[in-house]
């Protein structure tokens, strides 16, 4: 069965650090989601993506964030400069068309920043 | 903006008790979901309820538009149903569709 995967599974980095978190959905979906979860956190929306635009983003997702789509298949997340407050689980998420509401989830990837 | 509440916030249960997990929403919706999370941290979903009942399994969710709630029932419940149950919300349908979520609710189940 397809499934959205994620890389890294975990990663660490140094306060001010640039990372990047890679995401691959569903082959033949259209629509791409960010989320993440502090620990102890309810699970929040960052971004969605469609048409190689963000549709929506939320208050979380300033200028310091940023997601692209390069080649058709990754979609990626980058945060320029990460803080502290920037260490949750980070999950991609899509979904197949605007009539389809079910968003499939990759497994996540933890981000620790010290 | 759409506020989910989710009761109760813990529950534990003994192997083979009726489980029900309720979540109400503030705001008109398209779509709401059952979404399980297990302690590695990976979502799967289970439903998506526009109206009246699904059944899946041991599962079943319903949802009462006019009031704004849904239940999440668990039948004949395992050990292995152990999880976080999260609901989430649609008001939108097309690329605007971010789910907002609740909290969700820690479900142990006793051998």
């Known amino acids: 069965e397809p499934e959205v995967t994620q890389t890294p599974s975990h990663q660490v980095t140094q306060m001010g650090q640039e990372v990047i978190l890679r995401c691959v959905p569903i082959?033949?979906?259209?629509?791409f989601y960010w989320y993440r979860q502090i620990l102890g956190q309810k699970v929040e929306f960052l971004v969605s993506?469609?048409?190689?635009?963000?549709?929506?983003k939320s208050e979380i997702f300033d200028d310091q964030f940023s997601v692209e789509r390069p080649d058709g298949s990754n979609f990626t997340l980058k945060i320029r400069s990460t803080k502290l407050e920037d260490s949750a689980m980070y999950f991609c998420?899509?979904?197949?068309?605007?009539?389809?509401?079910?968003?499939?989830f990759g497994p996540g990837t933890r981000l620790l920043v010290l | 903006k759409n506020e989910v509440e989710q009761s109760p916030q813990n529950l534990t249960a003994q192997e083979g008790e009726f489980i029900t997990i309720n979540c109400s929403y503030s705001v008109g919706i398209s779509a709401l979901h059952w979404l399980q999370q297990h302690p590695g941290g990976g979502i799967v979903s289970l439903f998506m309820l526009s109206s009246g009942k699904k059944k899946h399994g041991r599962l079943i969710a319903t949802i009462n538009i006019q009031e704004k709630h849904s239940s999440l029932h668990i039948t004949a419940s395992h050990p292995r149903d152990s999880a976080v149950y999260i609901c989430a919300v649609t008001s939108y349908t097309g690329a605007n569709s971010k789910l907002t979520f609740g909290k969700g609710i820690t479900l142990s189940v006793r051998p």
């Open positions: 998420a899509s979904k197949a068309s605007n009539t389809q509401e079910t968003q499939y």
């Open positions: 082959s033949n979906h259209l629509y």
């Open positions: 993506f469609y048409n190689n635009e963000i549709s929506e």
